[in-house]
């Protein structure tokens, strides 16, 4: 009777704690779920025509963040009208900036920008020596990508060139530790051969 009872408990006590029990997930499978909703274009890869495309790309580092980012790609041609003094358009670096409402700002003058209106302006940028700040500034005015189509082979880097300081600080210091060991030597013989005669 007892042994029923106890028996009759534990049943009781274990459908209890079946009903209680959630699936559990991982963290892995939480993120799985909230990247896979919604109209996500996982691959991030997209057929693009046309002189202007909007598509939308993930991260493409490989690690899901659930971050949407919306590129617009213009064709350099698009690119190429946009020489007014109303309406400027520059690609720096692969990307394409409206500076229209810049000229009357800008610290370099207003005929540099329109010297390069509709045109990849990289090298001018990079030649003046711009600023950090400057660079920042780039946020504001910029509007999409460079077609990829139309991105010149190895030229599409839409970085900044990092500068060789590495390899010119060597070079800077090199020389002058070289050159002073050798005086060392031709000293010391110098010395040994003065006291031998
Ligand atoms: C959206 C694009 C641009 C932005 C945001 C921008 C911004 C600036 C800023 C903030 C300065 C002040 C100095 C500094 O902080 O570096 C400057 C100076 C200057 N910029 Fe630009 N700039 C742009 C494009 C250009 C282009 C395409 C040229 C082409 C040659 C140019 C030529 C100059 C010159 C000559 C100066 C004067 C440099 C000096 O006086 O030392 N800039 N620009």
């Given at each position: 009777m007892v042994a029923e009872f106890v028996i009759k408990k534990e049943f009781e006590e274990l459908e209890r704690l079946a009903r209680l029990r959630k699936p559990v997930r991982t963290e892995r499978e939480v993120d799985f779920q909230e990247v896979g909703s919604g109209n996500r274009n996982s691959g991030g890869k997209e057929v693009i025509s046309g002189p202007m495309a909007t598509v939308v790309a993930s991260g493409g580092d490989g690690k899901e963040q659930g971050v949407e980012t919306s590129v617009t790609y213009y064709r350099?041609?698009?690119?190429?009208?946009?020489?007014?003094?109303?309406?400027?358009?520059l690609v720096i670096h692969g990307r394409v900036y409206d500076v229209s409402r810049f000229l009357d700002e800008h610290p370099g003058g207003e005929e540099v920008l329109m010297e390069q209106a509709g045109g990849d302006a990289t090298e001018s940028f990079e030649d003046v020596g711009h600023s950090s700040d400057a660079r920042e500034m780039l946020k504001q005015y910029y509007i999409g990508d460079v077609h990829p189509n139309d991105l010149k082979p190895?030229?599409?880097?839409k970085e900044p060139p990092k500068s060789n300081t590495c390899k010119s600080y060597w070079s800077y210091w090199i020389f002058p530790i070289v050159g002073a060991i050798l005086l060392g030597f031709l000293y010391r013989y110098y010395m040994a051969e003065s006291k031998s005669s």
């Open positions: 350099l041609e698009e690119v190429a009208k946009r020489n007014s003094s109303k309406d400027i358009w190895g030229g599409g880097s």
